[in-house]
């Protein structure tokens, strides 16, 4: 789901390069920052980490947070995955955890309200790309050099941050209701006549639409074929919001198919015992997956920076595991993962989702104008 309005994330952005500028974070290509404007004791720990080796940074790091207290995290993870994390971390380490959880929207007011104040409450932040990019984009994360980026995909490799698991997106069905071979096996297929009322769209996906818009351009379709399957879409359909509500509707068998979700939603809550699918009955899935990357990045005027360099560090290694085991899609090859096997990647547009999409964040809502909502 797309959590922030465009003008939100405007007003945001500028308050972000306001603290920036007023030494609120580190210029970009800078390892720390402080109050100050100038490199302080967070910098000069930064520092000591990268200046060694990269196979050697991960002991430095866990000598220095072992005597740093107690490691803040800001997150949109779920409570579950957020408890999951956090145990295993602090086991492994000793090191306590305490968690400010909200969507990526919050996550970023919050980061940026204390950045303005100069006085940063966050070391470390896991969230949705879009709001890592402006965190990103106005100089407030430090940069990490660390062996983990070995295992990390390209497509999840960001200037001052890296992905450390992917939101996939596909269509899902209730198979009670959607039986072996009426499946879609194709965006297009959502515009088939025989789904007439049978789906289900979010509300504010418009990087799905613009993603799938731009694939159908690339893949030869014309702008003219594009809008008419949106519109045949779009006639299929009933609209409501949040991925985990649309789930909840498709697993009660209020609602046959939802257009996209995220797969992890739909497979744990199949695992949970839902009727629900995303792969055909061969445990494949034709239809292109747009891969959209959440990741991490550590505050350049953390107040435990060592710790927020390991949090890092162990999301891209020991981590990924315990992603997997929450039926999460990590950014790295962790073995036993199955979150991919059967399905076809798609390239996912961060490029322009984190530069102006004015024209798609008004586009997908006027596509949606007159749509019924799905009521309980």
Same mark, same amino acid.
């Given at each position: 789901?797309?959590?922030r309005s465009l003008g939100a994330l405007a007003v945001t952005s500028a308050v972000l390069v306001l603290a920036a500028?007023?030494?609120?974070?580190?210029?970009?290509?800078?390892?720390?920052?402080?109050?100050?404007?100038?490199?302080?004791?967070?910098?000069?720990?930064?520092?000591?980490?990268?200046?060694?080796?990269?196979?050697?940074?991960?002991?430095?790091?866990?000598?220095?947070?072992?005597?740093?207290?107690?490691?803040?995290?800001?997150?949109?993870?779920?409570?579950?995955?957020?408890?999951?994390v956090t145990k295993k971390f602090t086991d492994q380490f000793g090191i306590p955890i305490s968690v400010f959880r909200?969507?990526?929207?919050?996550?970023?007011?919050?980061?940026?309200?204390?950045?303005?104040?100069?006085?940063?409450?966050?070391?470390?932040?896991?969230?949705?790309?879009?709001? !890592?990019?402006?965190?990103?984009?106005?100089?407030?994360?430090?940069?990490?050099?660390?062996?983990?980026?070995?295992?990390?995909?390209?497509?999840?490799?960001?200037?001052?941050?890296?992905?450390?698991?992917?939101?996939?997106?596909?269509?899902?069905?209730?198979?009670?209701?959607?039986?072996?071979?009426?499946?879609?096996?194709?965006?297009?297929?959502?515009?088939?006549?025989?789904?007439?009322?049978?789906?289900?769209?979010?509300?504010?996906?418009?990087?799905?639409?613009?993603?799938?818009?731009?694939?159908?351009?690339?893949?030869?379709?014309?702008?003219?074929?594009?809008?008419?399957?949106?519109?045949?879409?779009?006639?299929?359909?009933?609209?409501?919001?949040?991925?985990?509500?649309?789930?909840?509707?498709?697993?009660?068998?209020?609602?046959?198919?939802?257009? !996209?979700?995220?797969?992890?939603?739909?497979?744990?809550?199949?695992?949970?015992?839902?009727?629900?699918?995303?792969?055909?009955?061969?445990?494949?899935?034709?239809?292109?997956?747009?891969?959209?990357?959440?990741?991490?990045? !550590?505050?350049?005027?953390?107040?435990?920076?060592?710790?927020?360099?390991?949090?890092?560090?162990?999301?891209?290694?020991?981590?990924?595991?315990?992603?997997?085991?929450?039926?999460?899609?990590?950014?790295?090859?962790?073995?036993?993962?199955?979150?991919?096997?059967?399905?076809?990647?798609?390239?996912?547009?961060?490029?322009?989702?984190?530069?102006?999409?004015?024209?798609?964040?008004?586009?997908?809502?006027?596509?949606?104008?007159?749509?019924?909502?799905?009521t309980r």
């Amino acid at each position: 789901m797309r959590t922030r309005s465009l003008g939100a994330l405007a007003v945001t952005s500028a308050v972000l390069v306001l603290a920036a500028a007023c030494g609120g974070g580190a210029a970009d290509g800078q390892l720390g920052g402080s109050a100050g404007g100038t490199a302080g004791a967070e910098g000069q720990v930064y520092g000591q980490i990268a200046a060694l080796p990269a196979d050697q940074q991960r002991a430095k790091a866990v000598q220095l947070a072992t005597q740093e207290g107690t490691l803040s995290l800001y997150t949109s993870m779920t409570q579950d995955v957020a408890d999951a994390v956090t145990k295993k971390f602090t086991d492994q380490f000793g090191i306590p955890i305490s968690v400010f959880r909200g969507n990526s929207e919050t996550v970023l007011q919050r980061v940026a309200q204390e950045g303005q104040a100069h006085r940063l409450g966050a070391d470390v932040v896991e969230t949705n790309f879009r709001e !890592m990019a402006v965190m990103d984009q106005t100089g407030l994360l430090a940069g990490y050099t660390g062996a983990a980026l070995n295992r990390v995909k390209d497509t999840g490799k960001f200037p001052h941050w890296t992905a450390t698991r992917f939101n996939l997106f596909l269509p899902a069905w209730n198979t009670n209701l959607i039986k072996p071979g009426e499946e879609p096996r194709s965006w297009e297929d959502l515009a088939d006549p025989r789904y007439r009322g049978k789906i289900t769209v979010e509300v504010s996906d418009s990087d799905w639409y613009e993603n799938l818009t731009k694939w159908w351009l690339e893949h030869g379709r014309t702008q003219a074929q594009v809008d008419q399957l949106w519109a045949a879409i779009v006639a299929n359909a009933k609209a409501a919001k949040g991925h985990t509500t649309m789930m909840e509707l498709l697993g009660a068998g209020q609602t046959p198919m939802d257009a !996209m979700n995220y797969s992890y939603i739909t497979e744990r809550a199949k695992n949970d015992g839902a009727p629900v699918s995303y792969r055909l009955a061969d445990g494949t899935n034709p239809t292109p997956a747009f891969a959209r990357p959440n990741g991490v990045g !550590m505050l350049s005027g953390a107040r435990h920076p060592a710790a927020a360099w390991l949090f890092y560090d162990w999301m891209l290694t020991e981590g990924q595991q315990v992603l997997v085991d929450l039926h999460l899609t990590p950014s790295t090859d962790v073995p036993g993962d199955t979150s991919l096997k059967g399905l076809t990647l798609a390239p996912f547009d961060v490029k322009t989702l984190t530069g102006d999409s004015s024209a798609w964040d008004s586009r997908y809502p006027a596509q949606l104008r007159g749509v019924a909502q799905v009521t309980r």
